[in-house]
T-cell receptor, first 113, second 114 residues
């Protein structure tokens, strides 16, 4: 079945450091891919997405490129801020039976001043 | 705009008790979902609905039941709560997940089963 695997956290970085959170997927075909972010005490919200191979999603300084060769969708940011501290979830769209998102286990990011 | 509202936000149950979590959305969305979030497990789909009067099983449906009698509401029921159901439950809705992939989440309901 479809699944998403993320690098384990927590990830702790200093402000202005470079961020990479790895995400790989297993799926039939080429599903749309997403990154969601969960700030403390809140529900998840969509951060960015890519709907086909080689697409790059971007938002708020974050980027991720859909790589079908490596079945990956790694999240990157060039310079993190304390306000980026959150849990990040990679997800894929399973379009079978109406459509649903399959999430990875989440990666907690903590950015220190 | 309220968006997606979950009630209650916190609840403590004893093993064997029953309860219902209510999810309400005011965005006229067709699709609604119930996920549970556990440490190290991410979000796992319990049940979902692709329209009023429909429901379908997700990854971890055992021990839960759902109903979607009205388009705006999606109820999650626990008939006989077990400690393994201690979790944070999230409801989400979408206008068309297959087109946008965007889910709108509630703030979560923390359930503890003793």
């Amino acid at each position: 079945g479809n699944s998403v695997t993320q690098m384990e956290g927590p990830v702790t970085l200093s402000e202005e450091a470079f961020l990479t959170i790895n995400c790989t997927y297993t799926a039939t075909g080429y599903p749309s891919l997403f990154w969601y972010v969960q700030y403390p005490g809140e529900g998840l919200q969509l951060l960015l997405k890519a709907t086909k191979a080689d697409d790059k999603g971007s938002n708020k300084g974050f980027e991720a490129t859909y790589r079908k060769e490596t079945t990956s969708f790694h999240l990157e940011k060039g310079s993190v801020q304390v306000s980026d501290s959150a849990v990040y979830f990679c997800a894929l769209l399973d379009a079978y039976q109406g459509g649903k998102l399959i999430f990875g286990q989440g990666t907690e990011l903590s950015v220190k001043p | 705009n309220a968006g997606v509202t979950q009630t209650p936000k916190f609840r403590v149950l004893k093993t064997g008790q029953s309860m219902t979590l209510l999810c309400a959305q005011d965005m006229n969305h067709e699709y609604m979902y119930w996920y549970r979030q556990d440490p190290g497990m991410g979000l796992r789909l319990i049940h979902y609905s692709v329209g009023e009067g429909t429901t379908a099983k997700g990854e971890v449906p055992d021990g839960y039941n759902v109903s979607r009698l009205k388009k705006q509401n999606f109820l999650l029921g626990l008939e006989s709560a077990a400690p393994s159901q201690t979790s944070v439950y999230f409801c989400a809705s979408s206008y068309s997940v297959r087109d946008t992939g965007e889910l709108f989440f509630g703030e979560g309901s923390r359930l503890t089963v003793l």
